[in-house]
């Protein structure tokens, strides 16, 4: 069975763009990416002494559960060479599961929607960008509202750059 996936990619280490192209290639390894935003130049928030992120949004079509997804992208942030020694500090590559079709769950292991999107400029904007109409499970509003629902705040800025190919 096909399932669809909304995914947040981010990094703030070394060659962001390079680390994000690199982990969009292997996403492949978890499905077929239909999708990618633009790429975002996002202010840290929570933990703000830290570089700049470089955020994107990814559409991805998969055969796995969302437990088994979530097991292959922790998989490509390790194998990429993310060491989880704060968790909200500065990293290589960081993917979130978003939005996993119409799934609702919270397991010690997996919480989906994600639980902090909606609050959060740098997932609405390029999520907005890529599935405008794709609806929160539990809000029961589109991401565009969402977006246009958050106060006025973190600095998110759309490079001027093509579009990453997916």
Known sequence: MKHIAYLSLGSNIGDR????????????TCGRVLSISSFYETEPVELTDQAW???????L???YSAGELIGGLLAIEQQMG????????????DIDILLFDDVVTNT???????????????????LAEIAPEARHPVLKKT??????????????RKLKRDSPSS
């Open 143 to 156: 991401i565009r509202e969402l977006l246009d629902a958050l106060p006025p705040g973190q600095i998110v």
């Open 82 to 93: 993310r060491h989880r020694l704060d968790k909200k500090g500065p990293r290589i590559i």
């Open 61 to 63: 079509e998969t055969s």
């Open 53 to 59: 992120f470089l955020n994107c949004a990814a559409t």
């Open 17 to 28: 763009e390079a680390h994000l192209h690199d982990a969009i290639t292997r996403l492949r």
């Open 108 to 126: 010690p292991a997996l919480t989906i929607p994600h639980p902090a999107m909606s609050g959060r400029r740098f997932v609405l904007a390029p």
